[in-house]
């Protein structure tokens, strides 16, 4: 009848071909497969352990990498912080230099229009005083022009000088 009900023959025959088959799967095929799943698995095994390693690594580089950027990060603020520091000193120093500077070349200045004045003055009075000659040596030549006028003072300065 067929397929749908099998016959004792078909089935002894069946029955003997898959025993045989799984034998010989058995005895030569099974052995590899499932060293190969074994070995699979292994290697999954380690895989995933190297993933792992690698995560925690990972993970720990991380921190280390922000551990060392945040110091960098402080390190960089500290330095500029000096910087400024050092900044407002030069300037600072340049400043009081340049008030320092300013106050001597004030000093120095006050004293040179100082002396040119004293010079200026000398020199006025010197000139004064020669003008005051030449006007008064003129005077005295125009009083003392005639004979009997330098008689007369020379009998004037006498009468004032008193003998002692």
Same mark, same amino acid.
């Given at each position: 009848? *067929?397929?749908l009900i099998p016959d004792f023959g078909l089935i002894f025959w069946m029955i003997l071909s898959f025993s045989l088959v799984y034998f010989i799967l058995y005895k030569y095929a099974w052995p590899s497969v499932l060293n190969a799943l074994s070995n699979r698995e292994e290697s999954i095994k380690r895989s995933l352990e190297s993933a792992q390693k690698a995560r925690e690594e990972f993970a720990s580089l991380q921190t %280390?990498?922000?551990l060392v950027l945040s110091k /960098?990060?402080?390190q960089q603020e500290e330095i500029i912080k000096e910087a400024r520091i050092l900044k407002e000193s030069i300037? *600072? %120093?340049?400043r009081s230099a340049a008030m320092e500077?300013?106050?001597k070349q004030m000093e120095l200045a006050k004293i040179m229009i100082q002396q040119e004045k %004293?010079? /200026?003055m000398a020199d006025l009075k010197r000139q004064a005083a020669l003008l005051s000659i030449d006007i008064a040596e003129q005077l005295l030549k125009k009083e003392l022009a005639s004979k009997s006028a330098q008689e007369n003072l020379i009998n004037e300065l006498l009468k004032d000088i008193k003998l002692s």
């Open positions: 009848m *067929g397929l %280390e990498g922000n /960098a990060r402080v300037i *600072g %120093e340049a500077e300013t106050r %004293e010079r /200026a």
